[in-house]
T-cell receptor, first 112, second 115 residues
Framework: DQQVKQNSPSLSVQEGRISILNCDYT??????FLWYKKYPAEGPTFLIS?????DKNEDGRFTVFLNKSAKHLSLHIVPSQPGDSAVYFCAASVGGTYKYIFGTGTRLKVLA | DAGVIQSPRHEVTEMGQEVTLRCKPI?????LFWYRQTMMRGLELLIYFNNNVPIDDSGMPEDRFSAKMPNASFSTLKIQPSEPRDSAVYFC?????????????FGDGTRLSIL
């Protein structure tokens, strides 16, 4: 059973527009969420995180929104740049502990 | 600062051979993780060490897999004997525990192909 789901395997966005990547989870015990970005032949790189006590966290062009009632989080990238083209993974954990459960990833392509 | 360093980056070997993957965590990080990424199962945790001690090895698929962390700056993941279904990308990650909600930092992985 997949506790963390990224239902869109891929997404294409025009440069300068907003990219919205979505993630759903089933375990209501999850209270810490992260987004990682991965380029080919590299390891995942931490992007942004959010605790369940918040519903929004912002870092530059990246904003993560958390809707606990819907068990849904999203990553907004504004404006999107060609260098943002990568695979994005969401991950969840309980109590910020070591065990991250990862989604299957969404491949973002930003078109110049 | 140096990140997590994994070696080799690529390994191709025949089934039945022993495979050893190596990891050097970020200096000062006291938690280390081994992950495996496959198309079918995505990114899954194999084993977690804290202060060089294995805490959770429930993700290790079979007895053919073993991991050690002899000191704070080195860990190995060994597969013996290897099988074609072990082909995957193996990632090592490290983290500094103690600071709440510190993220895990990943190495660039070892792409393993078992023929």
């Amino acid at each position: 059973d997949q506790q963390v789901k990224q239902n869109s395997p891929s997404l294409s966005v025009q440069e300068g527009r907003i990219s919205i990547l979505n993630c759903d989870y089933t375990n209501s015990m999850f209270d810490y969420f992260l987004w990682y970005k991965k380029y080919p032949a590299e390891g995942p790189t931490f992007l942004i995180s959010i605790s369940s006590i918040k519903d929004k966290n912002e870092d530059g062009r990246f904003t993560v929104f958390l809707n606990k009632s819907a068990k849904h989080l999203s990553l907004h990238i504004v404006p999107s740049q060609p260098g943002d083209s990568a695979v994005y993974f969401c991950a969840a954990s309980v109590g910020g502990t070591y065990k991250y459960i990862f989604g299957t990833g969404t491949r973002l392509k930003v078109l110049a | 600062d140096a990140g997590v360093i994994q070696s080799p980056r690529h390994e191709v070997t025949e089934m039945g051979q022993e495979v050893t993957l190596r990891c050097k965590p970020i200096s000062g990080h006291n938690s280390l993780f081994w992950y495996r990424q496959t198309m079918m199962r995505g990114l899954e945790l194999l084993i977690y060490f804290n202060n060089n001690v294995p805490i959770d090895d429930s993700g290790m698929p079979e007895d053919r897999f073993s991991a050690k962390m002899p000191n704070a700056s080195f860990s190995t993941l060994k597969i013996q004997p290897s099988e074609p279904r072990d082909s995957a990308v193996y990632f090592c990650a490290s983290r500094k525990t103690g600071d709440s909600n510190q993220p895990q930092h990943f190495g660039d992985g070892t792409r393993l192909s078992i023929l």
